[in-house]
């Protein structure tokens, strides 16, 4: 969060938020009040015309990472459910195999299984661990089905069903991959939008503070929606406009003056 302090003895702070969707929403407030201004009584840089292009590559930016998400979130939905039958239909189909090839498991491999051999020379098959390698065997088990004739292939379970569960798995994950990057690369686009656009709000906020507030933090500055705030250790009567710590109040004897009447010490 930035926080703007042109004027060191003043009592209030300016601060312009870092979130991405903070600063478009301040970014969006802005234009809007400065467009209900006159013409003449409106900021000449920054110009309306950069604030407005500036808002809208955030905008742009930012509905994109959205959608990204969205359909991240929603193709992953999909997959799990999918997962879920490619496990139970392969499990089956993994064990209809095993049975086959009893004698010689590390033919599996050709169904897209991974085989290890242990020191005594027996074969254990090793089931997909994640997801993308439930995918993988799928399309593998299919293709090598597929190749074979049809009075040599595992009828339960049966090869179509698990043919488009293989097609859907691999859809929807591909589907999922794409929202993922989508959103990656829309939310590194809206961080590059952000950043301009809250420059050209703190240059914004300069100039008003500048040309129209003699170089404070003015209160009035929350009509461009700007966030004001008292500054922190500031005492009541500095925020209600007293001379900042170094000035002495008007009828108040400075520190080590005898009050008006008082004999000074010694007299």
């Known amino acids: 969060m930035y926080v703007m302090r042109l004027d060191a003895n003043g009592t209030l702070d300016l601060t312009i938020p870092d979130l991405e969707e903070e600063v478009l929403q301040l970014g969006d407030a802005y234009v809007r009040h400065e467009e209900s201004l006159e013409a003449s009584q409106r900021l000449i840089f920054p110009s309306m015309e950069d604030m407005k292009l500036a808002l809208e590559a955030t905008r742009g930016a930012s509905g994109s990472a959205s959608q990204g998400e969205i359909q991240r979130s929603g193709s992953a939905e999909d997959f799990r459910q999918t997962l879920e039958q490619a496990r139970e239909k392969g499990n089956l189909a993994i064990q209809r195999l095993k049975g086959k090839y009893a004698e010689n498991l590390a033919n599996l491999e050709g169904w897209g299984?991974?085989?290890?051999?242990?020191?005594?020379?027996?074969?254990?098959?090793?089931?997909?661990?994640?997801?993308?390698?439930?995918?993988?065997?799928?399309?593998?088990?299919?293709?090598?089905?597929?190749?074979?004739?049809?009075?040599?292939?595992?009828?339960?379970?049966?090869?179509?069903?698990?043919?488009?569960?293989?097609?859907?798995?691999?859809?929807?994950?591909?589907?999922?991959?794409?929202?993922?990057?989508?959103?990656?690369?829309?939310?590194?686009?809206?961080?590059?939008?952000?950043?301009?656009?809250?420059?050209?709000?703190?240059?914004?906020?300069?100039?008003?503070?500048?040309?129209?507030?003699?170089?404070?933090?003015?209160?009035?500055?929350?009509?461009?929606?700007?966030?004001?705030?008292?500054?922190?250790?500031?005492?009541?009567?500095?925020?209600?406009?007293?001379?900042?710590?170094?000035?002495?109040?008007?009828?108040?004897?400075?520190?080590?003056?005898?009050?008006?009447?008082?004999?000074a010490a010694g007299t």
Do not use: C
């Open 113 to 263: 299984l991974q085989t290890k051999r242990n020191s005594r020379g027996a074969v254990t098959v090793q089931k997909p661990k994640g997801d993308r390698q439930w995918v993988k065997f799928l399309e593998a088990y299919v293709a090598k089905e597929r190749g074979l004739a049809p009075e040599q292939r595992i009828t339960d379970p049966v090869l179509e069903e698990l043919e488009q569960i293989s097609e859907e798995a691999s859809r929807q994950l591909k589907s999922r991959d794409h929202g993922f990057k989508q959103r990656i690369i829309g939310n590194s686009t809206l961080s590059e939008a952000a950043l301009e656009l809250r420059g050209l709000l703190q240059l914004a906020a300069h100039a008003l503070m500048v040309t129209r507030y003699k170089g404070q933090v003015a209160q009035e500055l929350r009509s461009w929606s700007f966030q004001v705030t008292s500054r922190a250790g500031s005492s009541p009567t500095k925020a209600a406009g007293t001379p900042a710590t170094g000035t002495e109040a008007a009828g108040t004897p400075a520190a080590g003056t005898p009050a008006a009447g008082t004999p």
